[in-house]
């Protein structure tokens, strides 16, 4: 009766075997392909370094010029102005300014590669069920598993930098843009589509000029989303070799430094709040239609 | 009359296996056990009707009964299981895509229940989308749509969005955005429905005012007789997919061709429907001293009227030319309004 308390699980030679085949194969392909990815994302390697140097090297009264203008355009509104402002002298005064300039060239690389990558899957899923059952199951995964867990063939495949960073952000920040905009243009009314139909729209017609309008809310709360999401991984990333805010946070975590680890996540808390409060405006900016 | 759009055997069937279902209904199977055996809806059943160019044929039926399905097969919105439409010599089922996309373009247009206006586009926007998709001009749909915006009595009203307008103004935009096109075909889907009955009353007569001018060919759904009598110059009443009766309106409340036909029209006022020349004695020869002479068109509420100022209880009715075409009695009279009794041969 030892089956019954004991699981029938796989003997111990059979498991190291099959762990260390898939080791090996692992290990064997990113020697073989490595280079090639390598050189694959070589390009987005370069414009996440042009990002931060024209982040860093820009005086840091333009740059803040730059984001309160940006903000300004975005929002409208003087206490979001204010607001900003004071945070970004706060986070200067603090001597945080390039690891903030950092993080915010990453945080902007990566949004801008989920929104290419995740609006494009999102309505390939909302215009065929099949699509959408496949894809499902994979954001499903991407996120739930638990980040430290992909780092690794990440890292393997890659090693450490920038590169593998960004990726691992992304992998983690994709999935509420692509969900949302799956959802904004499904839930377009169906009446409003078949008018645009009765008329002869065409389906890009159909796509430009109903869906993704009336479904830009919607993505845009996608978006607001991918950024808060890609701000919570800074630190993680910052272990594969990223750099920014989440570099000292991980310092003050091993040598129990309060003040250090404080600071970075406050400032991480701050960028996050702008972030937030700014997409949040547009996308109410985006239904002006809808009030009175 | 001649015949626009000719409808030929035409079926829908919704669900999945419907050559199956398709054979059976053709069989006579009824609805419900075509859903029992196969779990197939019928959708249309035999749908055999001529439309006239340049009049407003109306099609009616309750929820269910498949008037907004039959509607949608015109634009093919809806594909059909089976038959034939030909609009005006074209065989609309055999379009390709491409073709189909410029029929809706240039050929039909369509106004919706729920008016469908697209939200995010102000009322110019809206009524310009049938041109726009056309990829015309700028400026030549800019000034048609201005043309239609006041032509609906909305002017001014350019930079709104829809819902900042009330229903019949929404409803109206729905239907300038529709006659903006220059389809020759125009279907409404219950197009008035949605409204209070006020403005629905008012839409009407916006439509009929229009129609005097424009003489389009307008396919009018709606589950609201007295709608249909007021502005169907034809009428197919419709049940469970299947036309019942396709008739004139006079011919309708006159002669119900089954119970369910009858059921229809029992409410209604027919003193306030039926004309004159409906109920008119034609084989009659006449004299004319002082008998009042009444036109055709009048309703029998009117000829009432008219009828109880004379001596011997008779008036003489003329067609437009004024020629003497029939007379009618009060005996004549009183049996047109009273409603008929029970004796209509059952539907089967």
Redesign the interface.
């Known amino acids: 009766m030892e089956w019954l308390t004991k699981f029938p699980e796989m003997d111990r030679n059979g498991l190291r075997e099959f762990k260390k085949t898939v080791d090996n194969t692992f290990t064997s392909f990113s020697r073989n392909y490595g280079e090639g990815i390598e050189n694959f994302f070589d390009p987005l390697l370069s414009f996440l370094v042009a990002f931060e140097k024209l982040f860093l090297n820009t005086p840091w009264p333009i740059t803040i010029f730059a984001i309160l203008f940006i903000c300004w355009l975005a929002s409208r509104s003087i206490i979001i102005i204010a607001g900003t402002f004071l945070s970004f002298l706060l986070i200067g005064y603090f001597g945080m300014w390039e690891d903030t300039m950092s993080t915010l060239a990453i945080i902007l690389v990566s949004t801008l590669l989920c929104i290419f990558i995740g609006i494009p899957i999102g309505i390939a899923m909302a215009r065929s069920n099949k699509v959408q059952t496949l894809i499902l199951p994979i954001l499903d995964v991407m996120q739930t598993i638990p980040s430290f867990v992909y780092l690794i063939p990440v890292v393997m495949l890659l090693g450490i930098g920038k590169v593998p960073g960004l990726i691992a952000v992304c992998i983690y920040a994709i999935p509420p843009i692509v969900r949302l905009t799956n959802l904004g243009i499904r839930l377009v009314?169906k009446?409003?589509l078949?008018?645009?139909?009765?008329?002869?729209?065409?389906y890009w017609?159909k796509l430009f000029?109903?869906q993704i309008?009336?479904a830009l809310p919607t993505i845009f709360a996608g978006v607001n989303q991918t950024i808060m999401m890609a701000l919570a991984m800074v630190v993680i990333a910052s272990m594969i070799g990223v750099q920014g805010l989440g570099l000292p946070v991980l310092r003050a975590i091993s040598n129990q430094y309060l003040a250090l680890g404080l600071m970075n996540g406050l400032a991480i808390v701050v960028l996050a709040i702008i972030f937030d409060r700014v997409t949040q405006r547009i996308g109410k900016r985006m239904q002006r239609?809808?009030s009175? | 009359m001649n015949n626009f759009i000719k409808i030929k055997n035409l079926y829908k069937i919704f669900g999945n296996n419907t050559t199956e279902a398709l054979n059976l209904v053709k069989t006579g199977i009824s609805k419900e056990e075509l859903l029992d055996k196969t779990n197939c809806v019928l959708g249309l059943n035999n749908i055999n009707l001529n439309i006239p160019k340049g009049k407003i044929h109306v099609i009616m039926g309750l929820s269910g009964s498949g008037k907004s399905t039959l509607i949608r097969h015109l634009?093919r919105?809806i594909e059909p299981s089976f038959g034939e439409i030909t609009i005006d010599g074209v065989n609309v089922l055999e379009l390709n895509n491409k073709e189909?996309?410029?029929?809706?373009?240039?050929n039909?247009?369509?106004v919706?229940q729920?008016f469908?206006?697209?939200?995010?586009k102000t009322i110019l926007e809206n009524i310009s989308?049938?041109l726009m998709?056309?990829n015309i001009s700028e400026e030549i749909y800019q000034e048609k749509s201005q043309f239609w915006l006041k032509r609906v009595g909305l002017e001014g009203y350019d930079n709104y969005?829809p819902?900042?307008l009330s229903g019949g103004m929404q409803q109206r935009v729905g239907l300038a955005?529709a006659l903006a096109?220059d389809a020759e075909i125009l279907?409404m889907d219950e197009a008035f429905s949605a409204l209070d009955p006020l403005i629905r009353a008012e839409m009407q007569d916006v439509l009929i005012d229009l129609q005097l001018e424009l003489k389009k060919t307008i396919v009018f759904i709606t589950h609201d007789l007295d709608e249909a009598l007021k502005i169907g110059e034809r009428i197919s009443i419709l049940r469970d997919g299947f036309v019942v009766q396709d008739d004139n309106p006079q011919k309708i409340i006159l002669n119900p061709s089954d119970d369910y036909v009858s059921d229809f029209i029992k409410d209604i006022n027919r003193s306030r429907v039926i004309k004159a020349k409906s109920i008119m004695n034609k084989s009659v020869s006449i004299t004319k001293d002082n008998v009042p002479i009444i036109d055709s068109e009048m309703v029998l509420e009117e000829v009432l009227q008219e009828i109880t100022k004379t001596k011997n209880y008779f008036v003489l009715v003329k067609d437009k030319k004024d020629k003497i075409i029939g007379k009618i009695t009060l005996n004549e009279l009183l049996t047109g309004i009273q409603r008929p009794r029970k004796e209509i041969k059952k539907y089967a």
């Open positions: 009314d009446d409003v078949e008018a645009a139909e009765s008329f002869g729209a065409n017609q000029g109903i309008p009336l239609y809808k009175d | 634009n919105l189909l996309l410029e029929y809706r373009q240039k039909m247009s369509m919706f729920k469908a206006l697209f939200p995010h989308y049938g998709v056309q969005y819902n900042q955005r096109t279907l």
